[in-house]
Nanobody, 117 residues
Framework: QVQLVESGGGLVQPGGSLRLSCAAS????????MRWYRQAPGKERELVAS????????NYADSVKGRFTIARDNTKNTLYLQMNSLKPEDTAVYYC??????????WGQGTQVTVSS
């Protein structure tokens, strides 16, 4: 069955960095576009970044442009999100999703990122 398993979250001080990973299985990762979303307490889930199947096209929310980088390794079936210059407002549960016909299809369980001093 399809599995998306996020890891790499944690507590970090403002200005710090984290790298999230999303290990995928149960589908053809190399031909599937992927996304990172996040959801802060009391807020709707928002799209953070997306990447095409071969990694040539990426898009970012304005709030993370220049600070976050989405990447993928199709040989390892793994999606990444490098997060630099973290701010308290980046605190959220981060989810990876696969994309089918322009919409998220499968979701991971999420990983908590907390930015606080």
């Amino acid at each position: 069955q399809v599995q998306l398993v996020e890891s790499g979250g944690g507590l970090v001080q403002p200005g710090g960095s984290l790298r999230l990973s999303c290990a995928a299985s149960g589908f053809t990762f190399s031909t599937t576009a992927m996304r990172w979303y996040r959801q802060a307490p009391g807020k709707e889930r928002e799209l953070v970044a997306s990447i095409s199947s071969v990694g040539g096209l990426t898009n970012y929310a304005d709030s993370v442009k220049g600070r976050f980088t989405i990447a993928r390794d199709n040989t390892k079936n793994t999606l990444y999100l490098q997060m630099n210059s973290l701010k308290p407002e980046d605190t959220a549960v981060y989810y990876c999703s696969s994309v089918r016909r322009g919409r998220p299809e499968y979701w991971g369980q999420g990983t908590q990122v907390t930015v606080s001093s």
